[in-house]
C-alpha cells in the first residue's frame, strides 16, 4: 500500500502543511562542495592534464591524451546514420519543432532618433561560445541535446561546445546523433566538475565558453555555481516537480501515469494533484495502486510519492489557481473542461499543459516549447530557458550636438550633487 499524503485545503494547518511539503533542502553539501572547489583548482592551474587525470579516475577511461576524448564530426554523423529509422525520424521531427518555436523568441535590434537629432537604442548579439553539458552513460538524455543546443543555434551562437561524461567507455548513440543533427561544433567524452572547470576557464583543448548551460549531479551543479562570474550559467535547477489542477473528468488512469512521469526521475521529484472532487482523487489513488507495479522504475516512484508527493481536495478551480501560484511549479497540467480560461488566473508556472490531451512528456520530448525550466519555485521570478539566454543586448547612445546642451546641463547638475567632479566636468565640456 502507497503511502501517499492527502490533504484539504479546508485543514486549520493546510497552509503549514503545504509550506512543508513544498520545502526542499537545496544547500550545497560541504563535502561535496570541498571536493569540488580542488577540483577546480586544479583544472584552472593545470589545465588538460588535470582534466585527463579526473576522467580517467572518475569514468575509468585509458585515455593517453585530451584529443583521444574529442569525438569528430564523421563519429557524430556514424552515430545520427546507424539509428534504427524510426529513432532517426523521431529525433528529426522533435529537432525541427523546438526550432520552429525557438525562431519566433529572436530579440531585434531597435533605435529611435529624438526630435534634436539624438540617437538611443539597443543592439541584440549573440554569444560567442557556449557551453553544453550533457549527462552520459546510463542516464543519458538526446532531449537535453536538442533543448540546449538549438535556441543556442537559433541565437547565433557561433560555436557550441559538448561535454559528456562516457563512463567505463560507455557511449549513448542517441546523443551523439543528437549533437549532429543540432549542429553542435565539438564533443568532448569529459563530465563532472572537472568538465565544468574546462569550459569556464579553458585549457589548451578545449576552449573557453561564454557560458555553461545543461543539467548535471550534484558535483555539477556546485561547480556551475562556483564559476558563475567567470562565466554566465543558466540556472542551477532543482528536481523535477509536476502540478496538475483537474476537475474531475480525467480518466484517473491517465492522471496517475502523469504523476509517475515526474515521480521517475529520482526520489526527490515531486508530483501533486489538486482537484476539487474527493471521489476523483479516491479514484486517482486507486489507480496510482493499480498502475505502480507496472513501472519499471516503481521503487523510485514509490519513494517520491510518498516523501514529497500529495493528492490534495480544493474548493474550486479559483482555490486550485491560487494555491499553484503559491506553489509556482516547474509544470503545470491544467486538466480541465476549460483551459484557456483558467489559465488566465495562473502567474506562476514554467510550462503551462492546457487540455486533458496534453501531458507534460509531451513537453519534454517534442512539443517545441524548451524544457529546461524554472524548478524550487523560482518560476515566480525565472522563465524557461530559450533563445534569449543565448543574445544579450548593449545600449546605443549617440548625443547630438543640440541634445548635449540638454543632458549635460542635467548631468551636470546630477553629478555634482552626487560630489563626482570629473562626471560633471566632462558633461560640462559638451554643454559649452
Known sequence: MLNIKRYRSTQPDFQARLTDLLAFEGAQDESIDNVVAGILHDVKARGDAAVLEYTQRFDRLEAASMAELEMSQSRLQQALDGLPADQREALQQAAERVRVYHEKQLMQSWNYTEADGTMLGQQVTALDRVGLYVPGGKAAYPSSVLMNAIPAKVAGVKELIMVVPTPDGVVNELVLAAAAVCGVDRVFTVGGAQAVGALAYGTATVPQVDKIVGPGNAYVAAAKRRVFGVVGIDMVAGPSEILIICDGKTDPDWIAMDLFSQAEHDELAQSILLSPDAAFIDAVAASIEKL?????????????????????????????????????????????????????????????????????????????????????????????????????????????KAGAQVLGKISMVLAEGEGLQAHARSAEYRSR
Do not use: W
Not at 507496472?294 to 500529495?310: D, F, H, K, N, W
Not at 525550466?373 to 547612445?397: C, E, H, M, N
Open 292 to 400: 505502480l507495479p507496472q513501472m519499471p522504475r516503481q521503487e523510485i516512484i514509490r519513494t517520491a510519492l510518498e516523501s514529497r508527493g500529495a493528492l490534495i481536495q480544493v474548493k474550486d478551480l479559483d482555490e486550485a489557481a491560487e494555491i499553484s501560484n503559491y506553489i509556482s511549479p516547474e509544470h503545470l497540467e491544467l486538466s480541465v473542461e476549460d483551459p484557456v480560461a483558467l489559465t488566465k488566473s495562473i502567474k506562476h508556472a514554467g510550462a503551462i499543459f492546457m487540455g486533458r490531451q496534453t501531458c507534460e512528456a509531451l513537453g519534454d520530448y517534442c512539443a517545441g516549447p524548451n524544457h529546461v525550466l524554472p524548478t524550487s519555485r523560482t518560476a515566480r521570478f525565472s522563465s524557461p530557458l530559450g533563445v534569449y539566454d543565448f543574445q544579450k543586448r548593449s545600449s546605443l547612445i549617440m548625443v547630438s
